[in-house]
T-cell receptor, first 116, second 115 residues
Framework: DTEVTQTPKHLVMGMTNKKSLKCEQH?????MYWYKQKAKKPPELMFV???????INESVPSRFSPECPNSSLLNLHLHALQPEDSALYLC???????????????FGEGSWLTVV | QKEVEQNSGPLSVPEGAIASLNCTYS??????FFWYRQYSGKSPELIMF????GDKEDGRFTAQLNKASQYVSLLIRDSQPSDSATYLC???????????????FGTGTQLKVEL
């Protein structure tokens, strides 16, 4: 079972709202990721958690705040977003944190975010 | 030089033909290479990974890796209309460039399989 579950699938929020995206995996994976994908573009890495600790932040604006409550859960807290932040937000996980051979990254179905 | 380059397409092939998708990369330290398929409006789905030079076959899909020439290919035999999607190659950085668990994606090649 290679399943990463994301909720909600669709979210519309105003620029003054606070909302959260949630991600869950029960594969025992030790690395979890947030990616952002705009239309007709490849996914762009935002954050990486390794063993529940933030290991990579790709200079993401502070209006995006990740949280890893435990090894199975990953949240992305959203506050004061801009319309240009509208995109598909993808959560992913992999068995190990490092770039070892075959350390496959599995994606969830994504959360479509629209900021109005 | 870009880290990874893919022809954006669209690549059109007739049903039943072989589709060939290519990806070149600049990081000589990269060890693993992944091919993802992404249907419009959906998330990327892993098709194959390869980390040894040569060919790796899985059903109608064959991944080819040539580390000396720094390219990785995906062949789809007996292409079907359901194969129409965007195909993304991806790889983590090699150890010499800092390692870590980042996955760099190519821009993707749009494949259209026509009846």
């Amino acid at each position: 079972d290679t399943e990463v579950t994301q909720t909600p699938k669709h979210l519309v929020m105003g620029m003054t709202n606070k909302k959260s995206l949630k991600c869950e995996q029960h594969m025992g994976h030790r690395a979890m990721y947030w990616y952002k994908q705009k239309a007709k573009k490849p996914p762009e890495l935002m954050f990486v958690y390794s063993y529940e600790k933030l290991s990579i932040n790709e200079s993401v604006p502070s209006r995006f705040s990740p949280e890893c409550p435990n090894s199975s859960l990953l949240n992305l807290h959203l506050h004061a977003l801009q319309p240009e932040d509208s995109a598909l937000y993808l959560c992913a996980s992999s068995p190990n944190p490092g770039p070892t051979s075959g350390n496959t990254i599995y994606f969830g179905e994504g959360s479509w975010l629209t900021v109005v | 030089q870009k880290e990874v380059e893919q022809n954006s397409g669209p690549l059109s092939v007739p049903e039943g033909a072989i589709a060939s998708l290519n990806c070149t990369y600049s990081d000589r330290g990269s060890q693993s290479f992944f091919w993802y398929r992404q249907y419009s409006g959906k998330s990327p789905e892993l098709i194959m990974f390869i980390y040894s030079n040569g060919d790796k076959e899985d059903g109608r899909f064959t991944a080819q890796l040539n580390k000396a020439s720094q390219y990785v290919s995906l062949l789809i035999r007996d292409s079907q209309p359901s194969d129409s999607a965007t195909y993304l190659c991806a790889f983590p950085p090699g150890r010499l460039t800092g390692g870590g668990n980042k996955l760099t994606f190519g821009t993707g090649t749009q494949l259209k399989v026509e009846l």
